[in-house]
């Protein structure tokens, strides 16, 4: 018994060990970026890689560049990215589960076919549907807009296929007593349903 317990620590530290190596050498790059960034360009390039950091040297000349350099135009970036993150984001979870739960709950005729061409669409490479995207953004105006970033992208059949796939094992009482309520069909998803496809 007590052979199993040591036997049990030595695995479990070799897996703390294990881990926190890991974790220090995924961790490392993003300690670097930040000790280099108060660092001025000249010492990085002398000193090359190292994570020492002189006080008397350290200044915050970067991201002053960083804020005001080429008039503003990397805060203009980080707006685009967020931005299109966030557009992004709600889009896709708002299309995707709406898809996926009707495909998932609702019988209707060629609802298989459907969800066939939905896997299908998941094996095609993204390389193969940038050219047909690119022409379709630009016959609907969307180029240089955030419209023309978001909206190629804005259903994943991969989320649909996970959606739906959540949306079977959700229990049909509960649909059934929102009828009885008097809930819509629409009311339905977004009060009952919806809320239980949230982590």
């Given at each position: 018994m007590?052979?199993?317990a040591l036997k049990s620590k030595i695995t479990n530290a070799a897996i703390f060990i294990t881990l926190f190596?890991?974790?220090?050498?995924?961790l490392a790059p993003f300690v670097f970026l930040f000790v280099s960034s108060f660092k001025?360009?000249?010492e990085m390039i002398r000193n090359g890689i190292t994570f020492k950091l002189d006080i008397n040297n350290m200044n915050l000349n970067n991201y002053k560049l960083l804020l005001e350099g080429r008039d503003g135009i990397y805060?203009?970036?980080y707006r685009n990215s967020l931005v299109i993150t966030f557009l992004g984001t709600v889009l896709s979870l708002f299309f995707t589960s709406l898809v996926g739960y009707g495909l998932a709950i609702y019988d209707f005729k060629g609802r298989n076919f459907l969800f066939i061409l939905i896997l299908i669409v998941m094996v095609i490479p993204i390389e193969i549907l940038i050219?047909?995207?690119?022409k379709l953004s630009i016959s609907l105006k969307l180029?240089?807009?955030y419209w023309g970033a978001v909206l190629p992208f804005a259903v994943s059949p991969f989320a649909v296929f996970f959606f739906r796939q959540y949306s079977i094992k959700l229990p049909r009482e509960l649909l059934d007593a929102g009828r009885i309520d008097g809930c819509t069909e629409i009311g339905i998803y977004f009060r009952i349903m919806a809320p239980l496809m949230l982590p």
């Amino acid at each position: 018994m007590a052979s199993k317990a040591l036997k049990s620590k030595i695995t479990n530290a070799a897996i703390f060990i294990t881990l926190f190596a890991i974790a220090v050498f995924c961790l490392a790059p993003f300690v670097f970026l930040f000790v280099s960034s108060f660092k001025p360009g000249a010492e990085m390039i002398r000193n090359g890689i190292t994570f020492k950091l002189d006080i008397n040297n350290m200044n915050l000349n970067n991201y002053k560049l960083l804020l005001e350099g080429r008039d503003g135009i990397y805060l203009y970036w980080y707006r685009n990215s967020l931005v299109i993150t966030f557009l992004g984001t709600v889009l896709s979870l708002f299309f995707t589960s709406l898809v996926g739960y009707g495909l998932a709950i609702y019988d209707f005729k060629g609802r298989n076919f459907l969800f066939i061409l939905i896997l299908i669409v998941m094996v095609i490479p993204i390389e193969i549907l940038i050219l047909p995207l690119y022409k379709l953004s630009i016959s609907l105006k969307l180029i240089d807009t955030y419209w023309g970033a978001v909206l190629p992208f804005a259903v994943s059949p991969f989320a649909v296929f996970f959606f739906r796939q959540y949306s079977i094992k959700l229990p049909r009482e509960l649909l059934d007593a929102g009828r009885i309520d008097g809930c819509t069909e629409i009311g339905i998803y977004f009060r009952i349903m919806a809320p239980l496809m949230l982590p």
